[in-house]
Structure formats: structure tokens, C-alpha cells
T-cell receptor, first 114, second 112 residues
Framework: DGGITQSPKYLFRKEGQNVTLSCEQN?????MYWYRQDPGQGLRLIYY???????QKGDIAEGYSVSREKKESFPLTVTSAQKNPTAFYLC?????????????FGPGTRLTVT | GESVGLHLPTLSVQEGDNSIINCAYS??????FIWYKQESGKGPQFIIDIRSNMDKRQGQRVTVLLNKTVKHLSLQIAATQPGDSAVYFC???????????FGRGTSLIVHP
């Protein structure tokens, strides 16, 4: 089955540590995205990538980094520079330019930093 | 900047009632709109979309209405079921950009 996966589902880290969240898709989508969701809030865009080896900052990129070495993979690193890293992180992919062009979301990773 | 927002953060209905979730947008250049459903602890899922050259689109038990004059979008769910309980987001995109802007979301609670 085609889909988008994120791992792990729950992640706990100590303050000051970097942590990398995994996102993989087998939908052959060109575009991939990372969002952050806080309780009772909408989705805020962290980074996005339209093609391999290229990515752009979203609205809240500070304290985060990404890579896009493969079409299928778009890992997100939450660095120690991120002031409030505890949140629910969602990865998505899409195929820009198609008639129906929605984003397909993964199940999310809930990160807790103490 | 321009944004997408929702009128009601929480909507409570009885099972079997029809539900209407509203969304206001401010970008007059928006030409593509999507409704997503997000169940607790999961990622959002596509429900229905509509382009700006339409004012109504129907799916299975759902209807999206678009009023470009007042920049308003609504999602109607017929015969609401407990399984419809979730947070519903509208998202809009303007021509030339494939990056959507999401609203804050409305929590729909369906009472049996």
C-alpha cells in the first residue's frame, strides 16, 4: 500500500539534545513538507521541499533543519536552538500540478522535551 | 499577511443532525480550497476540495460551498455520526503556489 510514514510515534528527549524525526513516502510525490501543530492550533509550516537536494524555509524554520537526499525521505532535525520543541510534528507529501492536489499526511510524531 | 480562519472553534451536535463548519479567507487570489479531517492523535485526511470556478461540490455526505463574494467557505456534513467527531481544517492556495495556508480548525463533537 502506498503511504507516508513517520517514526517514532512518541519521542522523548532531554533539553539541549538534537533529535531527528523520520518521514518516508512511497507515493512517488515530488513535494514534501514538515508542519508543527500545538494544542488547539492549526498547522504551521517548518520546511518544504519540491525536489531532491532542494528545500526552503517555511514560516517557523528557526531551530530546525532538514535534508532531502532521496525523493522518498525528508527527515527533520529539531536542534537545541529550538526554544519550545515540544509539539506534534506532521510530515506531508503532495504532487504539485495535478488536478487534485491535496497533501497526504503521515500519522505524526509527538515530541516531548523536558 | 493574508490568512485563513474559522468562525467557530468548537461545534457540538447530536447524532443524525446536519453540521455546518465555516471558514473565512482573506486572500482574494485564492483559487483552490481543501477541507481536511483530523482525528485525535492522527494526521489530517483529505475530505473534499473545490476550485474557485465552482460554488458547490458534493461528496459522500459532505458538501462544500464557496462564496467568493464574501470570501467564505463552508463544509456541510449530513446526518452527522459519532465517527465524524474530529477537528476540521480548511486550507487555501493561491494560483502559482503549491503551499497551502491552513486555518486554526474547528472541533466537531457528535453526541450519540
Amino acid at each position: 500500500d502506498g503511504g507516508i510514514t513517520q517514526s517514532p510515534k512518541y519521542l522523548f528527549r532531554k533539553e539541549g539534545q538534537n533529535v531527528t524525526l523520520s518521514c518516508e513516502q512511497n507515493l512517488n510525490h515530488d513535494a514534501m513538507y514538515w508542519y508543527r501543530q500545538d494544542p488547539g492550533q492549526g498547522l504551521r509550516l517548518i520546511y518544504y521541499s519540491q525536489i531532491v537536494n532542494d528545500f526552503q524555509k517555511g514560516d517557523i524554520a528557526e531551530g530546525y533543519s532538514v535534508s532531502r537526499e532521496k525523493k522518498e525521505s525528508f527527515p527533520l532535525t529539531v536542534t537545541s536552538a529550538q526554544k519550545n520543541p515540544t509539539a506534534f510534528y506532521l510530515c506531508a507529501s503532495s504532487r504539485p500540478g495535478q488536478p487534485r492536489d491535496e497533501q497526504y499526511f503521515g500519522p505524526g510524531t509527538r515530541l516531548t522535551v523536558t | 499577511g493574508e490568512s485563513v480562519g474559522l468562525h467557530l472553534p468548537t461545534l457540538s451536535v447530536q447524532e443524525g443532525d446536519n453540521s455546518i463548519i465555516n471558514c473565512a479567507y482573506s486572500n482574494s487570489a485564492s483559487d483552490y480550497f481543501i477541507w481536511y479531517k483530523q482525528e485525535s492523535g492522527k494526521g489530517p485526511q483529505f475530505i473534499i476540495d473545490i476550485r474557485s470556478n465552482m460554488d458547490k461540490r458534493q461528496g459522500q455526505r459532505v458538501t462544500v460551498l464557496l462564496n467568493k463574494t464574501v470570501k467564505h467557505l463552508s463544509l456541510q456534513i449530513a446526518a452527522t455520526q459519532p465517527g465524524d467527531s474530529a477537528v476540521y481544517f480548511c486550507a487555501e492556495r493561491s494560483g502559482g503556489s503549491y503551499i497551502p495556508t491552513f486555518g486554526r480548525g474547528t472541533s466537531l463533537i457528535v453526541h450519540p
